[in-house]
């Protein structure tokens, strides 16, 4: 089975400074992945997801992971952090599933703070 | 576009008593649908998923039971709750069609308290 390793539960950064979230990945086939956030008491939102078209991806506001297959990496970045940036992140990998549809397998999550 | 809806957004039930929970997607025709759990110490589960009409699967034995009486509906059940079951319960909606790495949508979840 494919997993996610989430390195850091939390992570804090000034506003303005650079965001940086670890994923790690283990598959033994070509994965797709993706990046949610989770607002406090809200569900979750895709930020961006890697299919293998192009190894950096970008997504919405303003964050973006770059696909790293020598290091089984996708780690989420932004250039500079806003106080609107403060949340959850979940790194997901995608499984298909016997009956059809796929399963999302996350991470533990990475809670963001940013500070003034 | 689409939409997706849950209902209600907090529950607090006593222990033993039964549980329903609605989702509601808008705006595609026979989403695949799915039923997750974000429980502390568990992470986000997969509960159960549904490709079709009448069809569910379950990805984890438990107290819970899940139906699809149309093709845009999909209810989560118990009939007696345990403490366990506390937990935000999201439904999901994918693309469908089979297709590996499909994208799936979330709701605004439900938040479960059994007390």
């Known amino acids: 089975a494919q997993s996610v390793t989430q390195l850091g539960s939390h992570v804090s950064v000034s506003e303005g400074a650079l965001v940086l979230l670890r994923c790690n990945y283990s598959s033994s086939v070509p994965p797709y992945l993706f990046w949610y956030v989770q607002y406090p008491n809200q569900g979750l939102q895709l930020l961006l997801k890697?299919?293998?078209?192009?190894?950096l991806v970008k997504g919405i506001n303003g964050f973006e992971a770059e696909f790293k297959k020598s290091e089984t990496s996708f780690h989420l970045t932004k250039p500079s952090a806003h106080m609107s940036d403060a949340a959850e992140y979940f790194c997901a990998v995608s499984d298909i599933l016997t009956g059809g549809g796929n399963k999302l397998t996350f991470g533990t999550g990475t809670q963001l703070k940013v500070e003034l | 576009s689409q939409t997706i809806h849950q209902w209600p957004a907090t529950l607090v039930q006593p222990v033993g008593s039964p549980l329903s929970l609605e989702c509601t997607v808008e705006?595609?025709?026979?989403?695949?649908l799915y039923w997750y759990r974000q429980a502390a110490g568990r992470g986000l589960q997969l509960l159960f998923y549904s490709v079709g009409i009448g069809q569910i699967s379950s990805e984890v034995p438990q107290n819970l039971s899940a139906s699809r009486p149309q093709d845009r509906q999909f209810i989560l059940s118990s009939k007696k709750l345990l403490l366990s079951d506390s937990g935000f319960y999201l439904c999901?909606?994918?693309?469908?069609?089979?297709?590996?790495?499909?994208?799936?949508?979330f709701g605004p979840g439900t938040r479960l308290l059994v007390l």
């Open positions: 999901a909606w994918g693309q469908g069609g089979g297709s590996w790495g499909e994208t799936q949508y």
């Open positions: 890697y299919t293998s078209a192009a190894t």
């Open positions: 705006g595609t025709s026979n989403p695949n």
